[in-house]
């Protein structure tokens, strides 16, 4: 069983950068070959994968996002971060991490964080 755990603020404001850690107790998070992604689920929305980081290190990123979005890791932490820039009340989400063989499958997911986009 991989634990994946989300952690960061549930308030951001206009404009600012969000920043949220997945944090993997078990680890690594470098074993081959998996990917390590973010996703979220705006309310009374479907979920909508933003990005990841491969085992390798290398990433991907969803078009629509990929210029608000950065995704990097720290391999003695066993923590992947996401950071969005420029956010708006359309950001608002329950964002999660998630592990998987391939960057649309998942077998293994955090909890979900509320962020909440606002002033």
């Known amino acids: 069983q991989v634990q994946l755990q989300e952690s960061g603020p549930g308030l951001v404001k206009p404009s600012q950068t969000l920043s949220l850690t997945c944090t993997v107790p078990g680890g690594p998070i470098t074993t081959n070959y998996y990917y390590w992604s973010w996703i979220r689920q705006p309310p009374g929305k479907g979920l909508e994968w933003m990005g990841a980081?491969?085992?390798?290190?290398?990433?991907d990123y969803s078009p629509s996002l990929k210029s608000r979005t950065s995704i990097s890791r720290d391999t003695s932490k066993n923590q992947f971060t996401l950071q969005l820039s420029s956010v708006t009340p359309e950001d608002t989400a329950v964002y999660y991490c998630?592990?998987?063989?391939?960057?649309?499958?998942?077998?293994?997911w955090g909890q979900g964080t509320q962020v909440t986009v606002s002033s």
């Open positions: 998630a592990r998987g063989p391939g960057l649309i499958s998942y077998n293994y």
């Open positions: 980081i491969r085992y390798s290190g290398s990433t």
